[in-house]
């Protein structure tokens, strides 16, 4: 059983050019969550999704940050014109449907490491 | 902002002491949630306990819940070396969609 796959682990991008990160969540999952972890510190929300939805994106950036979940393949955090601020370790987590909300527990990638040159 | 604190920031101890850890939020919630993340990995959830619970269990790790308090303990009892990890709480907003997650303590288990 497969668990939440992020691709790639290590990106460097120059400034003004684009990142896209993957996420596959595990099998039966449709929610996926999107954090941002800057070095020493705890991780940020960023998005909330289920499969073709955005569900919560008030973490995100308004600018240059866009995400999707769509109805085939990985969710996909997309950054476009990196700056040297953007670099960050980013974690997709997923969890099962569940008709309560906050019930369930969180499965997270090994994350995505971003480097702006 | 929900978002928890831990505290301590860093906690060294040796090898078969206990180590504790706590964290504070600020609105109500669902449940709270411990993980455990080694560096350079993602993290690994360890236990999670509900509004209605005070206390659990589970193997070495024990928790504890005082919402009235808002806050939470996390007990590693007769720690090893391989617990060396940071530890983070993270809570669900009653009505809203999030994780929020705090800032983690970084424990150090000295063998």
């Known amino acids: 059983n497969a668990g939440v796959m992020q691709n790639p682990r290590h990106l460097v991008r120059r400034r003004g050019q684009e990142a896209r990160l993957r996420c596959s969540p595990m099998k039966g999952h449709s929610h996926v969550y999107w954090y941002r972890q800057l070095p020493e510190e705890g991780l940020k929300f960023m998005v909330y999704?289920?499969?073709?939805?955005?569900?919560?994106e008030s973490g995100m950036p308004k600018e240059r940050f866009s995400a999707e979940f769509p109805k085939e393949g990985p969710s996909i955090l997309r950054i476009q014109q990196v700056v040297r601020g953007d670099s960050a370790a980013y974690f997709c987590a997923s969890s099962p449907p569940s008709p309560f909300r906050g019930t369930g527990e969180l499965f997270f990638g090994e994350g995505s490491r971003l480097t702006v040159l | 902002s929900q978002q928890g604190e831990e505290d301590p920031q860093a906690l060294s101890i040796q090898e078969g002491e206990n180590a504790t850890m706590n964290c504070s939020y600020k609105t109500s919630i669902n449940n709270l949630q411990w993980y455990r993340q080694n560096s350079g990995r993602g993290l690994v959830h360890l236990i999670l306990i509900r509004s209605n619970e005070r206390e659990k269990h589970s193997g070495r790790l024990r928790v504890t819940l005082d919402t009235s308090k808002k806050s939470s303990s996390l007990l590693i009892t007769a720690s090893r070396a391989a617990d060396t990890a940071s530890y983070f709480c993270?809570?669900?907003?009653?009505?809203?969609?999030?994780?929020?997650f705090g800032t983690g303590t970084s424990l150090t288990v000295i063998p």
């Open positions: 993270a809570t669900d907003a009653y009505t809203g969609n999030q994780f929020y």
């Open positions: 999704l289920q499969k073709e939805n955005i569900i919560d």
